[in-house]
């Protein structure tokens, strides 16, 4: 069964601190994996794209790693500020969409 | 439910039909979400409801695409006189909290405009 899974669920953090969000899936065929950041009440904004090939990928304060023998994926936000407080989901494509349920981040100053 | 529930899962339409595709989010969640997948594309938000408040429809992409929820919880997003571009996966989401914690997309439509 394809399957997607973000931990941890929540999290918060202080201002200027780094975390790591993680994904592990189970999706094959495989195709590519996104990282989106979804702020409350917004659409979400794609932040990585990355297929088998690629290992990292960066984007400003966010770098995706992507491990495609074990099947996982993080999403490492450097010097955290109080705007990437928001929802971040990991969407693995195979065949179709899997989505995890997200990781809901919350930056306190 | 035990999540959030879209129908039909597929969808083939002949071009200039109408089309309504709904969801039934998880009970109790105040916002739902709607957005689009169409092929080799990442997601594109079309619409977002939250409580009572007026839905913030800024994603939809032209007039023939309009969205209700009614009393809070059942949402149907309707395309008229569908164009072959229409062809996507229809994704709808919901969420609890703020921050969107127990954010949950449903498995989706998938719908085909030939």
């Known amino acids: 069964k394809n399957q997607v899974e973000q931990s941890p669920q929540s999290l918060i953090i202080l201002e200027g601190k780094n975390c790591t969000l993680q994904?592990?899936?189970?999706?094959?065929?495989?195709?590519?994996l996104r990282w989106y950041k979804q702020d409350t009440g917004r659409g979400p904004v794609s932040l990585t794209i990355?297929?088998?090939?690629?290992n990292t990928k960066s984007n400003g304060r966010y770098t995706a790693t992507l491990d495609a023998d074990t099947k996982q994926s993080s999403l490492h936000i450097t010097a955290s500020q109080l705007s990437d407080s928001a929802s971040y989901i990991c969407?693995?494509?195979?065949?179709?969409?899997?989505f995890g349920k997200g990781t809901s981040l919350l930056v306190t100053p | 439910g035990a999540g959030v529930s879209q129908s039909p899962s597929n969808k083939v339409t002949e071009k200039g039909k109408d089309v309504e595709l709904r969801c039934d989010p998880i009970?109790?969640?105040?916002?739902l979400y709607w957005y689009r997948q169409s092929l080799g594309q990442g997601l594109e938000f079309l619409i977002y409801?939250?409580?009572?408040?007026?839905?913030?429809k800024s994603g939809l992409p032209s007039d023939r695409f309009s969205a209700e929820r009614t009393g809070g919880s059942v949402s149907t997003l309707t395309i008229q006189r569908t164009q072959q571009e229409d062809s996507a996966v229809y994704l709808c989401?919901?969420?609890?909290?703020?921050?969107?914690?127990?954010?949950?997309f449903g498995s989706g439509t998938r719908l085909t405009v030939v």
């Open positions: 989401a919901s969420s609890a909290q703020l921050y969107g914690y127990g954010y949950t």
């Open positions: 994904c592990n899936y189970t999706v094959s065929p495989f195709s590519n």
């Open positions: 990355m297929t088998f090939s690629e």
């Open positions: 969407v693995v494509t195979g065949e179709a969409l899997n």
């Open positions: 009970s109790g969640h105040t916002a």
């Open positions: 409801f939250q409580g009572n408040s007026a839905p913030d």
